[in-house]
């Protein structure tokens, strides 16, 4: 976690994405739940004042370490706000102990391959030594957890129970969720984890028309420069028969700017699509999809920091006059390129420049010509390239080694970019 330093310091573990106390030499701690498991199959149960639904999760009793604090069950619960309560049962301990902590993780789009190496996006985590308790969100970028300020959260623990309340707007709105609760000692081994294996399912269930999101998907997994970028749910109906068909709305924002998007409605599913500019490396992009149908509407959102595009040049044709260069007399070489953005295929080149080089025998040889003709050929992602030296007298049987480098600047649709070409000759 990014916190403030302090006594006994917390750090970030990159390599497994859990948060721990380091107070000593130890082993790693064991990491995150990584494989998607339904341990329990939801089913209405009787439901307290207010509430909606709820369901209860078992871990076995007597299988966190010798003295440690552990997890029999957690009950999940929420209500028509979408308010979610989490009780997480640890008869174990009454009270919460100096030096004991808890985390609660949350994989959003129950995608293990995304979020933290345990396919973790958000963490509730409590501090009993602080008696503090913060949400936490994995940050890709950084390749660690950040806290989240300004979230409404009620975290009290009292006789052997933790009560942890967020509303699910704070975990961006999803309506199904895996889930896992780890206890840490002041040592790098967990307590205990629950389930002992996979992850735990939370279906948000309420006695509305109700669309739930099971599933996102992002072609490509990370947004490249100069390329569209597609945002897709799944989405499944309650209370009412059949599939979603229902709308979609897309909105982002690329850099704090807005961008426009396109959406697309199938039976059961809804996509969003964004272009995004070729200057836009190293920007993020922000954005939710909304799908809804009937009243219903629910919402997941997302960001993903932009890749650049993949410049490519490929060589068309090479041309020299003469075919060898001759000693004491001038060599031409000519070629023709073409530049290509990443999937896009050929792009126009408006401007370049061509720097020319050569030498025999280490000496270099004077440019008399150097030349730059764009759109060759009636294409304008051709660029023709063409240098000339003189070749001294008596350098008959050398070799000749030259290059020919084309700069291309940054442009309104296309980032800069240098191409090479390097050659050599035997002088005749």
Known sequence: MTLTPRAPRRRAWARTGVALLIVGAGTLPAAEPTTAQNSHTWSPASPAVGSAASARFLDPRGDATAGGMDVTSV?????????????????????????????????????GSTGSSGGSEYLFWIDGTLRTSELERWDAIQGSWVGIPGIPLTSRYS????????????????????????TWPESNTADDRAPNTGKWTYAVQTSSKTLLITSVTKKPDLP????????????????????????VQCDATIGGQRARGSGSVAPGRASCRWAIPALAAGKTIRGSIAVSEGGATTT???????????????????????????????????????MSLGSQGPRPISAA????????????????????????????????????????????????????????????????????????????
């Open 75 to 111: 009950t999940v619960s929420n209500d028509e706000t979408g308010k979610l309560t989490f009780m997480i049962e640890i008869p174990s301990h009454q009270t919460l102990p100096t030096g004991k902590y808890i985390g609660l993780y949350f994989d959003t789009d129950r995608n």
């Open 159 to 182: 006789s052997g129970v933790q009560r942890v309340e967020l509303n699910r707007s704070a975990l961006g709105g999803v309506s199904v969720f895996d889930f896992a609760v780890y």
């Open 224 to 247: 490249v420069a100069g390329e569209s970028f597609t945002v897709s749910v799944t989405v499944e109906r309650f209370g009412r028969p059949g599939r979603f068909n229902g709308r």
């Open 300 to 338: 997941r959102q997302f960001s993903a920091k932009i890749k650049p595009a993949v410049v490519k040049f490929s060589v068309v044709a090479v041309t020299t006059s003469p075919s060898q260069p001759k000693a004491g007399a001038q060599f031409y070489f000519g070629i023709v390129v073409r």
């Open 353 to 428: 420049t061509v720097s020319c080089k050569a030498t025999i025998g280490g000496k270099a040889l004077r440019t008399f010509n150097r030349e730059v003709r764009l759109g060759y050929g009636g294409d304008r992602s051709n660029v023709a390239l063409q240098c000339g030296w003189d070749v001294p007298h008596g350098t008959a049987q050398q070799t000749m080694t030259g290059s020919v480098v084309m700069v291309v600047p940054r442009s309104g649709t296309a980032p800069g970019a240098t191409f090479r070409h390097s050659f050599t000759k035997r002088v005749r």
